[in-house]
């Protein structure tokens, strides 16, 4: 498996915002949507806003799309990271570090059950 370089984690982990454009079952790429992302560790992570509806079932069905922030152009594999509370609790620590010059209704949004049941891991392909 690929994983990110200490320069795309920084890059991307530093940056406020990420577009990502998830790939269609025909294999072209939707359009891309502006979005958060937290680094935790050495893996990046996003997540929808409105949860399981809008962006995010894109990602369901290929898993596999392309991301840019900072900088960085990478293809990725979106993996499911809801599953495991004490990840999301992490995430959403992370979220709040990160964003925390942002009005609290922003963070609380993208901290929410519903925007936790949506946390995806980004991994390089």
Known sequence: MTSWTAGELTAIGNADELDLRSLRADGLHRAAVTMWVVRHGDDLYVRAV??????????RTRHEGHIRSGGIDRDVTFADADA????????????????????????????????????????PR
Do not use: C, M
Request: hydrophobic share 30%.
């Open 50 to 59: 409105r949860g399981r509806d809008g962006w995010y079932r894109g990602t």
């Open 84 to 123: 495991d509370h004490s990840l999301n609790d992490a995430i959403d620590a992370e979220y709040r570090a990160k964003y925390r010059s942002y009005p609290a209704s922003f963070v609380d949004g993208v901290t929410s059950d519903q925007a936790r049941s949506s946390t995806i891991k980004l991994v």
